[in-house]
């Protein structure tokens, strides 16, 4: 019952379909597992996509069409929470299936000084389980292309290659341990004198995915598509680049960008239409982090928060799954908690190899993924901001308690010396803006020994 009144309060918004119809293809029979493409944005605020706006017709933010159109011929999904809200540790979770304290990775990774700072490591350990091993062994080509950043770059010069973890193709950007010298033809993340030039590298991820599904037709594959875009600072055209060489950070430089990036999502989607692919594809479309800037919070919609916070707007991301061969339409599922850490039990399901002990923390979720909400058995949990030297922190009341968990509809946020305790209900206060801990000490006292449980057993790896 609480679930079902607490949907106006979310006022998610499961957008139409906008544009040109994409070009029909003959399907191949679908007779093994499928293709799957995890789309992941870098900063992509839980608003930046049309669809899931307070009120899109209000909204100062451009329209995107094509990721709406994801949406209208699959399912949006508004429980859905990265591994961290900031870059490294949330593709860590995603890539390992595990919380990334496990791995020692706590912020972004950058040169060893910071990384020691910071209490992590300088890279992700090899050894670490792989979301791209598992589905390699399962028979799968593999690939990643666009960013990394879980080890390489700077004075970071020993981290392993990409082929270590599973991947049979690759091509990334400058945060890696194998930079693509179209890219990086400097040693910085974009030049002037780049082959590929900054604006033009979501295309050319795209381009190599379609590239890659082509030339592996015998095979199911799977494929890291994550770009670096919407991620600041902003270059989206040589004449801002000339103006403003180390980009910007302004309203109107991100407007062009995320709508290239729609247009980019609309390329990739026809591009399986032409090779067949489309139906036995599963294609699953989110964000690492949230935004920052949020633009006064407009790029967080309904959430308080950003990147570098623990509150909804840092870590509750959008996401959704289109997979035509078994995936419904148009559905949005408000009931099932997802996290990034249940996404490798979940491929590794949906690739058959039901059972499969993978050591992930996460959940098998390929039931939700097809379309049957279940709730979810275990709590959340997440930590960011080990200190005040190394981490970054949003200002004002988007900062929070540097751990979390979620159990069931409440959410506990607590500093990990026992201060500064919070308490939220999710399903009546999206927005956080009610603290009801005092109202609720039974629940409280149950929830925190848990969570500093959590958080002491990560100090210890």
């Not at 870098?42 to 899109?56: E, L, Q």
């Not at 399901?349 to 979810?376: H, M, Y």
Request: hydrophobic share 35%; glycine share 8%.
């Amino acid at each position: 019952m609480k679930s079902k009144l607490a949907l106006p309060a979310l006022v998610f918004v499961l957008c139409s379909s906008f544009g040109t119809s994409l070009p029909t293809s003959e399907q191949k029979p679908i007779n093994r597992p499928p293709n799957i493409i995890l789309i992941l944005i870098d900063d992509m605020g839980a608003a930046d996509v049309g669809c899931y706006r307070p009120n899109s017709s209000a909204s100062s933010l451009p329209p995107t069409p094509h990721i709406d159109r994801l949406a209208a011929e699959g399912i949006q999904f508004t429980n859905y929470y990265s591994a961290a809200p900031i870059c490294s540790p949330s593709r860590v979770g995603l890539l390992t299936g595990n919380v990334p304290g496990k791995w020692r990775i706590t912020s972004f990774l950058a040169d060893r000084k910071h990384n020691r700072t910071c209490e992590q490591a300088d890279f992700l350990d090899a050894s670490a389980p792989s979301v791209a091993r598992e589905l390699k062994a399962a028979g799968y080509a593999t690939a990643h292309f666009g960013k990394w950043h879980m080890g390489g770059g700077r004075d970071v010069d020993n981290a392993p290659g990409i082929r270590q973890y599973g991947f049979d193709a690759y091509a990334s950007t400058w945060e890696s341990p194998d930079p693509d010298p179209l890219l990086t033809s400097t040693d910085w993340i974009w030049a002037k004198s780049d082959s590929v030039k900054r604006w033009n590298r979501t295309a050319y991820f795209v381009d190599k995915t379609l590239d890659f599904l082509k030339r592996n037709p015998d095979k199911p594959c799977y494929i890291n598509l994550w770009p670096d875009d919407v991620h600041t600072p902003w270059v989206p055209d040589e004449t801002t680049l000339n103006e403003f060489p180390k980009g910007t950070e302004k309203p109107r430089e991100f407007k062009t960008v995320l709508t290239e990036l729609d247009l980019q999502i609309g390329r990739l989607m026809a591009g399986l239409k032409a090779l067949g692919v489309d139906e036995n594809t599963l294609v699953v479309f989110t964000s690492d982090n949230g935004a920052l800037p949020t633009f006064q919070g407009s790029r967080s919609g309904l959430f308080r928060g950003s990147k570098l916070s623990l509150y909804e707007g840092g870590i509750r991301m959008p996401f959704i799954v289109r997979y035509p061969a078994r995936t419904p339409k148009g559905r949005v599922d408000n009931q099932s908690v997802l996290s990034a850490v249940d996404l490798l039990p979940t491929f590794v399901s949906l690739a058959g190899k039901k059972g499969r002990n993978t050591g992930a923390d996460g959940e098998n979720r390929a039931g939700v993924l097809l379309g049957k909400p279940t709730i979810r058995k275990n709590p959340l949990f997440w930590e960011y901001g080990r200190n005040t030297e190394s981490f970054r922190y949003p200002g004002g009341r988007d900062k929070s308690p540097n751990l979390a968990m979620r159990q069931g509809h409440w959410k506990l946020l607590v500093n990990a010396d026992g201060s500064g305790t919070e308490l939220y209900e999710l399903d009546t206060d999206p927005a956080e803006q009610t603290d009801v801990a005092a109202q609720h000490p039974r629940l409280v006292d149950e929830m925190r020994p848990k969570l500093m449980a959590w958080r002491t057993g990560l100090a210890k790896k």
